[in-house]
């Protein structure tokens, strides 16, 4: 078994709709991996078949393991988040704490009573009575004590304050992620997750349009503030896209050297949202 | 790592409302009756008769052939015992109409869904929960309700000085509650078509599970009973009215379950029956073959609702 996650010829349809057409991507142990994509793009739907939340066709595998035949079996080794604020509103964190530990053998009580420990929630408060940043840190504290081979969040901060959002990334980065251990993130909020970021997915329209590693995209993209002399002759390089702060135009470039982009102006790392942006009208051109 | 047990207690953890706390209020509220009794005769006995009524009362008491406060006794609790098998159908009721919703209502399945728990065994544990420790809860609450009742009467009696130990707890018998436990689990029998029903619209259902629990069957029933209206000019015809009140029925009140359900053979006198004899009877009346058809329609449904539940997860 040499991918944490395969996924070969996927399709999802629902009725008419493809939501999923042809995905191929294979995840490797030690990444942690953006999925990126707008609104309906087919991520949750991914995700899901990932999960083995729904069916999906095609040959899908996680850890060697078909996700919607062996759901309940798949749950030992990977865990997720699926959404803000999921933990039941009726249930006690003590309650909650133990429940997973009966249930899940790769539950660490004592560990996320050390999470625990270093914030404001307590054993006998209800899901009920904690704010919406704090059922996410208790969720976090559950999914860091299991000693899961792959984590997937799917929109884990969403609604949360930037305090929580960055508390909640340090935790997980600091706390949780070695080289044994995989994540696969989708969010809007794409800034605050690149740095932490070791490969990015876009997928639009149900389809893979970029999968590659950070280091190959600030090889073959460029971001040049071009200055008004340069302006022609940066036109005829090709953008994808551009444009204009304080009087200088932005341009991005897809080039396979660094060279002849240098002598256009000052060269920068895109920034993961741009690119986003970049790609996503260039199919649409 | 005790799965099962787990689920099983996290139904308790969200329900122990609706399971502990209903009977219990329950058995309050005889208590409280039997002080507005005692209490509202007691005044009317000091203003009429000066107080005589109760102590003759109670030497009455005293000096009454035993067999027949013992028959007093059993009435009142297998009455009382009767009314929990009502309350706890109605609980059940609800508690699985919910069971496959709430949770998807509220997207709380996606942590459920998270642990490595199968669908299989959290429908087992909500079933498991409706036929067997519901019931037990039910039955530890109707005895401490019981119990404190009778608590409460020993102190009216001693306060007219009556022997409560020779009156009243000599003559309790113990087969009262055991023919109430009994009682549940031939209740969870009849009732088992109902349950798996339930479950199924419950894991079905989009927006209203009681809707689709309730309304399907009214409609399926319905046309039913148009068809062979008018193709049949048979207006008697009620067919699936009559087997689901048949099961409702047995299931809410399973201590008459034994007895026939055609009006020209019913043979039923309570005062006839003893706590034993009560108790055989419910044996005899699983001796009815669609009881076992109702389990057969129950299986289905509840593998239904454990293969649907594979495929929702929210709502």
Redesign the interface.
Known sequence: MSHILSAQNVNKKFGNFQALKNVNINIDKGKIVGLIGPNGAGKTTLL?SV?G???CDGELKVLGIDP?KK??????EI?????V????????VS?VL???E????NFSLEQAKQFLSRTKIKMDHKVKELSKGMTAQL?LAIVMSINAKLLVLDEPTLGLDILFRKQFYDNLLNDYFDNERTIIITTHQVEEIEHILTDVVFIREGEIVLDANMDELTSSYFEVMVSQENYEEALSHKPLTMRKVFGKHIMLFNSTSRDVIETLGEVQRPSVSDLFVALMQEEQA | ???F???L??EY??HRGAFLKTPLIIGIVFIVVLLLGYITTERFDQVLTNGQTIEIGGQTLETTDPKFIKLGLDAFMLTTASLYHIVLFIVLFFFLLGSLYD?RK??????????????F?TVLSKLLTAIFFAPLIFTACLIISHLAFFIVLSLLLLLNGVNPFTVLWANIDLINWGAFFIGCLVQALWALPVYGWLLLASSYSKRRPFLLAVFVPMMVGLIWYWYNAIFNYNLMKIGIFKTIGYFMAKSIQPFTSGLSFDAESFDFDATQQTNVELIKSMFNGLSDPIVYYGIIFAVIAIALAIYVR??R?TT
């Not at chain 1, 759901?71 to 030992?76: Q, S």
């Open positions: 899901k999960l939340l729904d069916s919607f759901r309940a079996d798949l749950m030992k865990c997720f988040i699926a959404d604020a999921v933990l039941p509103k009726w249930i006690k309650q133990k429940f997973t009966q249930t899940h053998p969720h | 790592m005790n799965t047990k787990a689920l207690e996290r953890w969200e949770d509220d997207g709380s399945i996606l942590f459920w869904k998270s642990l490595p728990v199968s669908d065994q594979r495929y997860n």
